[in-house]
């Protein structure tokens, strides 16, 4: 497995790095982490500095270079497998990411949300989602202001939160989830969040017992591989519940299948992922599923 960590010299962006060498260092295989920082060139600011242009990112793709490989020496990559990559390139930083991490043959982008300098548009607010929609890989995106993933309280597991909607496609993320979650040493809670309640007892009691024999079945299997995990559901609007189950469960993770059809659109498409990528404080994981 590859893990592709952007970097842009900040110790914002750099808060991704100890997360992505938690998770290698749990998988099963050996893993290697893809270090990449991008010399951002614009055609106006080339134009300044002609006719040292070449010359000046030249240098600039050496200094960053360098960078990545003092990054690469920091004790909390020490023994897994590091490669480095640095480009010079005029388009946006998100298309960027997207196009390295493909191009390197990675399995999994890792970011910060926030940065400084070359990334810090791609890894603020709106554009992070861009890294997601432009990828097709699963792109994982930790809160400076969380603690990293080996910091998880010693009383309490480090918690992954998976919500369903009862579609294939949403379904799809499971699979991710449990990865990253045997990685880390967690369980997995499934969360399915239905309609807001109407009142009406004798259909929310419907809806409950419809949401746990969807959801149950899924614990049992993931029991089965050895994996611990919980059912569970609310009532209301996805977004917010969402939020309020990642922060009173004392979630460490969200786990977000982003692309689909039907009803998965009303989940996890367009202003909910955005909601949740303004608001959550807690860590995303993005996973856009494959459609036929």
């Keep these: 497995m590859k893990i592709f960590v952007p970097l842009d010299g900040s110790e914002l962006a ?13 998988l099963p295989e050996p893993a290697t982490i893809v270090l990449g920082r991008m010399v951002q060139l614009t055609p106006m600011a080339l134009a300044a500095v002609e006719p040292y242009a070449t010359q000046i990112v030249s240098e600039a793709v050496l200094a960053a270079d360098d960078y990545l490989r003092t990054v690469s020496y920091r004790p909390s990559l020490e023994g897994l497998r590091c490669e480095r990559h640095v480009d010079s390139f005029t388009g946006s930083a998100a298309e960027w990411i997207a196009m390295q991490a493909h191009s ?9 949300s926030h940065g400084r ?8 607010g709106s554009t992070a989602a861009d890294v997601a929609r432009q990828s097709a890989l699963p792109t994982l995106i930790f809160r400076p202001t969380a603690p990293p993933a080996h910091d998880a309280r010693p ?14 496609l949403a379904e799809q993320a499971i699979p991710v989830a449990a990865l990253v979650t045997r990685a880390l040493h967690g369980r997995l809670r499934l969360l399915q969040v239905l309609p807001t309640s109407s009142g009406n007892v004798a259909q929310d009691r419907a809806h409950m017992t419809a949401a746990e024999a969807y ?7 993931l029991a089965h ?9 609310a009532f209301g609007d996805p ?18 299948a982003t692309h689909g059809r039907g009803s998965i659109e009303r989940y996890f498409v367009g202003s ?11 860590p995303l994981l993005i996973v856009r599923p494959y459609t036929t």
Excluded: Y
């Excluded at 009383?155 to 294939?168: A, E, H, I, K, W």
């Excluded at 959801?215 to 299997?221: A, N, S």
């Excluded at 977004?239 to 977000?256: F, P, R, W």
């Design 272 to 282: 909910v992922a955005t909601w949740l990528l303004d608001h959550i404080p807690t």
């Design 117 to 124: 300098g070359g990334l810090a548009k791609a890894l603020l």
């Design 225 to 233: 591989d050895g994996l611990m995990g919980e059912c569970s559901f």
């Design 14 to 26: 750099e808060f991704a790095i100890g997360n992505a060498a938690d998770i290698a260092r749990g």
């Design 104 to 112: 390197h043959h990675c399995d999994l982008i890792v970011i910060s």
């Design 239 to 256: 977004a917010l519940q969402i939020t309020e189950q990642a922060l009173e469960g004392k979630c460490d993770l969200v786990v977000l």
């Design 155 to 168: 009383s309490q597991p480090f918690t992954v939160l998976l919500p369903l909607d009862g579609t294939p």
């Design 215 to 221: 959801l149950e079945p899924i614990c049992q299997r």
